[in-house]
């Protein structure tokens, strides 16, 4: 018996309002956990990053991605009680089911983290300049009208090579695209998210920003 | 700020970023552990986790025992907490590692999480006379060579969450995913 053979309306996913009833939608197990596991972390690197740069923006982003990391857990419980018919599925699927309970406890974990930034407890000025020299800073830059990386290819921009920067994800509204394609077009009102050196990833906000107009060599 | 104190920060911020990297790879190999059916990688976390509540105790002994004045200390609260949102992500890894551990039945929906493919994951040793000696991740282009995934670098005790910019040792074991043909190549490539 297959449960789930395709996966309509996944999309709707993004529009779901904060603590509404989560409605199910057959979704592929397996593309849940991927989805989980690609947002769980893309998480926690941007909670570690807000905190440790006191980025209020960023938290906020960590705070909605939470909100989507429940509701994929929610979906996930779904899919265990609807396939559980006796014994022997009840005690296939427990695990399953534990996965789900500490998926939500990761992104509980990222949202504490979030709640530092929000409280304001702060970390030391010289944390943050220590940690940028031991560690590549995120960077969260929206795309400006007048930016040249609009209509873009990320591949055809070769920022790695270029700055040594990389766009790990895309927020394009409701949507989160996340580890996104050399193929994926950059477009007007995008938030990009990117890793990299300081001096990469000033020019980089620049051209996003449209300050900058030129991609050098 | 006297050296000394600013030494004293370093130290505990290096530690930190330590904690940090170290749960961020737990949750991407539990996760791949997972979607794998390894065990192997589900024994690798359940390491990691040991050496994380390691890690978190010298890390909180270190902030301790620095002689911080008040206003200092303000500043390190933060990263107090942080360190105990580190080990709780930690643990919640290592839960995700245990169903793995446990052993997946062969249940239809948990099928769906299995890899139809024949993917597997391999260990490669990186010897002295590799051309990956030195190169950065990113320059040494190991997917596109040989179709693996780099998922984590081990090195000595420690294990490393493979960057762009992360450089490969001689001695470093590569833990990589991919299609079984990708395995040959990348052990002929980290040992030729």
């Known amino acids: 018996m297959f449960l789930v053979l395709y996966s309509r309306g996944w999309s709707d996913l993004n529009s779901m309002p904060r603590l509404e009833k989560i409605e199910y939608k057959p979704i592929p197990v397996r593309e849940l956990l991927l989805e989980m596991k690609n947002l769980s972390e893309l998480m926690i690197d941007l909670a570690y990053s807000a905190a440790l740069f006191n980025d209020k923006e960023l938290a906020e982003d960590v705070l909605e991605l939470e909100n989507r990391v429940d509701t994929l857990a929610y979906l996930l419980e779904m899919e265990i009680l609807i396939a559980a018919r006796d014994v022997e599925d009840a005690e296939a699927l427990t695990g399953v089911s534990g996965v789900a309970s500490a998926a939500d406890k990761i992104s509980d974990a990222a949202a504490d983290i979030a709640g530092i930034v929000m409280q304001n407890i702060g970390v030391h000025p010289i944390v943050s300049k220590v940690f940028e020299k031991v560690e590549e800073r995120l960077m969260r830059t929206k795309v400006s009208e007048g930016s040249i990386l609009v209509g873009k290819e990320i591949g055809e921009l070769d920022l790695a090579a270029r700055m040594g920067v990389d766009i790990i994800a895309i927020r394009r509204n409701k949507d989160w695209i996340i580890d996104p394609k050399e193929t994926e077009q950059i477009k007007l009102s995008d938030i990009l998210i990117a890793r990299g050196a300081p001096s990469g990833v000033k020019e980089f906000k620049e051209l996003a920003e449209g300050k900058l107009k030129k991609l050098e060599d | ?192």
Not at chain 2, 112 to 136: D, F, G, H, Q, R
Not at chain 2, 145 to 155: D, N
Request: glycine letters at 4%; proline letters at 4%.
């Open chain 2, 1 to 192: 700020m006297s050296m000394q104190i600013r030494k004293q920060f370093e130290e505990i911020v290096e530690r930190f970023v330590e904690l940090k990297n170290t749960s961020e790879l737990m949750i991407d190999l539990a996760y791949s552990s997972l979607l794998l059916n390894n065990k192997e990688l589900a024994e690798e976390v359940q390491r990691l986790e040991e050496y994380m509540d390691k890690l978190h105790t010298e890390f909180e002994l270190l902030v301790l025992s620095s002689s911080f004045k008040k206003e200092e200390a303000k500043g390190f609260l933060g990263l107090i907490r942080l360190g105990v949102v580190t080990e709780k992500i930690a643990d919640a890894a290592a839960e995700i590692a245990e169903v793995v551990l446990r052993g997946i039945e062969p249940h239809p929906v948990l099928k769906l999480t299995i890899e139809e493919a024949e993917e597997t994951v391999t260990y490669a040793n990186v010897a002295e006379s590799s051309p990956l000696v030195n190169k950065t991740l990113r320059d040494a282009r190991i997917p596109e060579e040989t179709g693996m995934w780099v998922l984590a670098i081990r090195r000595g005790d420690k294990c490393i969450r493979p960057k762009p910019e992360s450089k490969i040792q001689a001695g470093d074991v590569l833990i990589a995913s991919g299609y079984a043909e990708g395995e040959e190549d990348l052990k002929k490539l980290a040992s030729p």
